[in-house]
């Protein structure tokens, strides 16, 4: 008789990671539509993203092992729907405004590459509401090169140095854009080269803590991150936010497990945590209102109503029942 297979264990929920998900949304659109002038908190907000995913990812990817056709399945269902979505109405919009920017444009949107295609129209220069999208292209192009690690028979059980040293080629990259100046590609810090930096950094050193454990200090999480806060105050010299920020909240992420109580119930708390469950639909709508705040009935604080109105119609009628229907039937 064949002695029964072990049934695999369900992914377990932490709350406080749904917090720290809806901190970075609410730093971004802290700075968006209620900025303060001696801080940039939008960056913070989309590094906390990045640390995160790279976080997650390092263990979905190398620590579960969890199949490539899996995790690319669950990342489809995860973002395409609700993105695909937001870039049509983006596109179509525009082009009922009479400011259609061309095929090649909407099919670099499409396929993640906006960052850099076309070559003579920066992103953050689009009539189209899509400057934010090169934060999610360095998210996909990097889910992209850790896939290509698990195919690779020599990275494996090495991938920590791998991530690491991508991660410091990414900063190094970062440094040589700001010495070359005007000389430097178009899309400078906004391309994956660059950006991508905190998230390698965090799987990397994710990895690791695991192949090589050790203690643990629960006030690491909560220094590192106010450290980390601290080099996006604007006036701090370039370097701490390019080169000492990613590593700092690498860090920060990577302890939030063994941080103390109060850090991780204040992440849990379940305001927080609603954020972060529509933080996804609330990070591309935002960008529409962002543009047109001017113009929104009551300014900014107006703009923000509209953005949690179309973050949940998003969430509630596209991103949550696409995800349900393509998990269970894909």
Known sequence: MTPAQPSPQPAVHIDYLDGWRGLAILLVLQSHFLPVKAWDSGALGVDLFFVLSGWLMAGMLFIKRQPLPTFFKRRISRIVPGFFTFVLLAYAMTAWCGTWPGIQDLLASLLFLRTYLPADAHIWGSAVPIGHLWSLNAEEHSYLYMALLVLLPLARRREHWVLLLTGVACLGVAYLYARAGRQAPAWGRLGTEVAAAPLMLSAGYRLLRERHPGGSAGWITPVAALLA???????????????????LLAVAMNHLAQAGPWLQQALSAPWLRQCGLYSFSLYLWQQVFYVSRGAM????LGALAFVALAGWCSYRLVELPARRFLNERW
Request: aromatic content about 18%.
């Open 229 to 247: 806060a601290l080099c996006y105050v604007k006036g701090a010299h370039w370097s701490t936010r390019t080169f000492a920020a990613p590593v």
């Open 297 to 300: 009935p009551f300014g900014p």
